[in-house]
């Protein structure tokens, strides 16, 4: 599904025009990148955790020329899902 269809589906659920879908989706997400952006998780209800993790500067090889180099530290974003979402896709998977 992509952001046209997820939109659509949106407002047809719930009975809001397209526009208002639109605004609603994007205010959304800008909440949740603004949160992200601060450092905080970002939970929500049967879904899942996203949380931003740094992660250390480290040293690695190319294994090409075997020449060492510095990777710099540099901050991931990350999703855990809920227990509940996990159920849900263990079960469809499992009806294959």
Do not use: H
Request: proline share 4%; net charge positive; glycine share 4%.
């Amino acid at each position: 599904m992509n952001n046209k269809e997820f939109i659509s589906e949106l407002s047809r659920r719930l009975g809001y025009t397209v526009k208002d879908a639109t605004t609603v989706t994007d205010s959304l997400i800008a909440c949740i990148i603004q949160d992200l952006q601060e450092g905080k998780n970002v939970t929500i209800q049967n879904f899942g955790t996203f949380e931003v993790k740094k992660k250390m500067e480290r040293i690695s090889v190319n294994p090409l020329t075997k020449q060492r180099f510095l990777v710099p530290p540099k901050l991931n974003l990350c999703f855990k899902p809920n227990l509940t979402l996990k159920e849900k896709l263990k079960s469809n998977t499992s009806d294959d």
